[in-house]
């Protein structure tokens, strides 16, 4: 029994068309770097300048600490970035952070990515991301 070549062929990429589409990383999804950057930004300008977190960045060059965060959250959300900082747990380790801190954190990078159109999924997607980090950024 011969194939006919003029029918395998067209079945065969009939299979290629089928394959679905891998899904984008939540680091695209986000809007990449330039949304991330974004959103660290604001979050630790607002959070530098509350009077309940702000003795926590006293002394803190913020230019290094933006960057810091977002080539965290990239690597997090599976961007190509490096991180490059400390743990969580030794980075936060002698500046007493109190979980109605780390709310307050958690609470204004919800704001800023609901204000800057990050959808419902990809903001909960990031929040579980780091949700377990609480135990070790907490101290107090």
Not at 58 to 79: A, D, P, Q, R, Y
Not at 80 to 91: A, L, P, Q
């Amino acid at each position: 029994m011969r194939f006919n070549t003029m029918m395998v062929i067209p079945l065969f990429c009939l299979g290629c068309m089928m394959q679905p589409k891998p899904e984008a990383s939540l680091y695209q999804r986000i809007g990449g770097l330039p949304m991330l950057t974004r959103i660290s930004n604001q979050t630790l300008d607002i959070v530098s300048k509350d009077p309940k977190t702000s003795r926590s960045f006293e002394g803190v060059k913020m230019k290094i600490l933006k960057e810091s965060l977002t080539n965290f959250l990239c690597v997090k959300t599976g961007g190509d970035c490096v991180y490059e900082g400390e743990t969580m747990h030794k980075s936060h380790a002698d500046l007493h952070i109190t979980t109605a801190d780390f709310e307050l954190m958690v609470d204004v990078l919800r704001e800023r990515l609901d204000v800057n159109g990050v959808g419902t999924r990809e903001k909960n997607e990031l929040l579980k991301i780091l949700a377990p980090m609480k135990r070790e950024i907490v101290t107090n």
